[in-house]
Each structure stands twice: as structure tokens, then as C-alpha cells.
Nanobody
Framework: VQLQASGGGLVQTGGSLRLSCAFS????????MGWFRQAPGKEREFVAA????????YYADSVKGRLTISRDNAENTVYLQMNSLKPEDTAVYYC????????????????WGQGTLVTVSS
């Protein structure tokens, strides 16, 4: 599995960005997809996840109502729409994939993309 994240950049507080993650190498619809982030000096943390069909989503409390995960199974791509951005959203964002739900949706991912930097200025 290869994951290629893109769409990061510099945005002002209150602004929006959409991250994309292109999936290749296996059957996309067999994988749960997630987004994680790592801020400078902090541990990597869960942001959002989406089921194989796209019918179920999960979010960290800190992003509920502002960030939206979605997937396009025809395009093998997962998205993270980021609205009402705050300086504390500044981080490198990683997409991740897992095939089995044994560890739940919040951890246990097997494949990781290279990350894309989001910087929110105050």
C-alpha cells in the first residue's frame, strides 16, 4: 500500500484547507482510512477515521464540527476538509490505512503516508 498526502499549506485563523490522500497498491475499499497529526514537540494523535464504505466516521473531540473526513472509492482517495482552523491545528497531517478493525478505528494502522504540513497563523 502506498499513500500520498497533499494539500497542506499556510492559512489564517478561521480559514479552510482540504487535504487529499491518494491510495494505491491494493483494493481501496478493503481498507479503513484515517487521518492523524503531529504538532511540534507533541505525540502523534488521532484526528478522524472513515469506514470502508464511507458510511461511518469517527472524530477526535478537538476537531468535531470543524473537520470532515470523506472518501471517494471510485478515485481511491480520502479527504480531510478543514474549516474554522485554529493555530492549535498546526501540525504535520498523516493519512493512514488499515485492513482490519481489531484495534478499533483510533489506532492499529498498518500503512502511513509521508505527511503534509498545515500551518495556521494567528
Amino acid at each position: 500500500v502506498q499513500l500520498q498526502a497533499s494539500g497542506g499549506g499556510l492559512v489564517q485563523t478561521g480559514g479552510s484547507l482540504r487535504l487529499s490522500c491518494a491510495f494505491s497498491g491494493r483494493t481501496f475499499t478493503s481498507y479503513i482510512m484515517g487521518w492523524f497529526r503531529q504538532a511540534p514537540g507533541k505525540e502523534r494523535e488521532f484526528v478522524a477515521a472513515i469506514s470502508r464504505s464511507g458510511g461511518t466516521t469517527y472524530y477526535a473531540d478537538s476537531v468535531k464540527g470543524r473537520l470532515t473526513i470523506s472518501r471517494d472509492n471510485a478515485e481511491n482517495t480520502v479527504y480531510l476538509q478543514m474549516n474554522s482552523l485554529k493555530p492549535e491545528d498546526t501540525a504535520v497531517y498523516y493519512c493512514a490505512a488499515k485492513k482490519y478493525t481489531g484495534a478499533g478505528y483510533y489506532n492499529g494502522y498498518d500503512y502511513w503516508g509521508q505527511g503534509t504540513l498545515v500551518t495556521v497563523s494567528s
